[in-house]
Nanobody, 124 residues
């Protein structure tokens, strides 16, 4: 299973970005999917997740109402729409796949496969 994240970049505060993560090597619709981020010198943190059946989403409090996670099973892709970006959103964003459908969305240990990450930099 391979995960390829893309869509990061350098933006100003208040701008928007959409991250994409394409999964290959297995049936994408079987996975719960998540996004995590890691800022320099800080630990990796949960951002958002969506379940395999595409009817439940989960968000960190810090991004709720600004970020939206979605998936397109026909394209084997999960998205993270990020609006009203803030400098504190600056981090490397990684997508992750939970094949075992652990039912635990917030912890990194629930996920079996990880992408390489894409850098998001938000300037003030």
């Amino acid at each position: 299973v391979q995960l390829q994240a893309s869509g990061g970049g350098v933006v100003q505060a208040g701008d928007s970005l959409r991250l994409s993560c394409t999964v290959s090597g297995h049936t994408f619709s079987s996975y719960n999917m998540g996004w995590f981020r890691q800022a320099p010198g800080k630990e990796r943190k949960f951002v958002a997740a969506i379940n395999w059946s595409n009817d439940h989403t989960y968000y960190a409090d810090s991004v709720k109402s600004r970020f939206t996670i979605s998936r397109d099973n026909a394209k084997n892709t999960v998205y993270l729409q990020m609006n009203s970006l803030k400098p504190e959103d600056t981090a490397i964003y990684c997508c992750a796949a939970d094949y075992s459908r652990s039912g635990s969305y917030y912890g990194a240990s629930a996920y079996d496969y990880w992408g390489q990450g894409t850098q998001v930099t938000v300037s003030s």
